[in-house]
């Protein structure tokens, strides 16, 4: 048996499955204080005897090869996780290897790897909730430079005549400062899901969020964009981005499968369940590789 964690800012999804990639068991588990859910998700996996555990985590979290605080959540907004190494601590706790991705890398994995989107050498996910993040699968991997992406704050082009001042403390014009979830409900003054279908928000949202993607087509080119994250659940958003994107894409170089915007960009297909079935992929492709390194 392996493990899943997809651990979370309101909820830490704990799953266990089979090496072959089956869910067999889910718990959802409440996001409190770090003293007081990670005893409550170790006591969920003492029931399993577990081969490793993979970890899908909100951040930012120190992901960095060889850095001494490895796994570390670092300037999260949430404080009281300040500093929490939760792929550690559940180490420790079970006593079987634990491994560690990003919250939007697990999602871009478990969709992929679980999906139903076909064999895919390349894959942007991108998820629009509280913030905004994007993880990219290519060839088996999920890409990290010298840190993980942080490609929701790629500066974007001001909706006309938008003069919100933008919820990114670090940013005045980024995608998460001017489209996230946060965004959303600071712009308003209501959360996203409060918002009537025809409200003047939902073309704003879609200006933004076909800026972001129009750059990343032409920054990565991958096979398939997936959209998920709770602003999503908009059911008239995603058809007027993919009108924006290939209004912006204005014909240049818009080859195959592109061209086919509406299978090309799409919602992910797993639910809430794409993180969780991501952090179990990630927990058995690295313990096989593991084994794969004597010594290691
Ligand atoms: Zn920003």
Known sequence: MFGAVEAGGTKFVCAVGTEEGELVDVRELPTRAP?????????????YDLQALGVGSFG??????????FGMLTSTPKLEWRGTNICRTLAQELGVPTFVLTDVGAAALGEVMRGGHGHLESCLYITVGTGIG???????????????PEMGHIAVRR????????????HTDCLEGLASGTA?????????DQLPVDHEAWPIEAHYLADGVVNFIYTLYPERMILGGG????????GLVRENVIQR???Y???????AIDEYLVLPRLGPLSGVYGALDWAIRQYRRRLLVPGK
């Not at 979290?61 to 001494?68: E, I, M, N, T, Y």
């Not at 994007?134 to 993980?148: D, K, M, N, Q, R």
């Not at 909706?159 to 670090?170: I, L, Y």
């Not at 602003?231 to 995603?238: S, V, W």
Request: hydrophobic share 40%; with cysteine; glycine share 10%.
């Open 159 to 170: 909706a006309p005549n938008d003069t919100f001042q933008g919820a990114c403390p670090s």
């Open 134 to 148: 994007a993880a990219l699968f290519f060839h088996g991997e999920i890409f990290s430079g010298v840190a993980h």
């Open 60 to 69: 930012p979290v120190d992901l960095a090869k060889g850095s001494p605080t």
């Open 231 to 238: 602003i999503m659940r908009q059911p008239r958003l995603l």
């Open 35 to 47: 003293g007081e859910t990670l005893p409550l998700v170790a006591d969920y996996f003492r029931a």
């Open 184 to 192: 959303i409900r600071e712009r308003w003054g209501v959360p996203g």
């Open 249 to 251: 894409l204005n014909g």
């Open 253 to 259: 170089h818009v080859p195959q499968p592109i061209t």
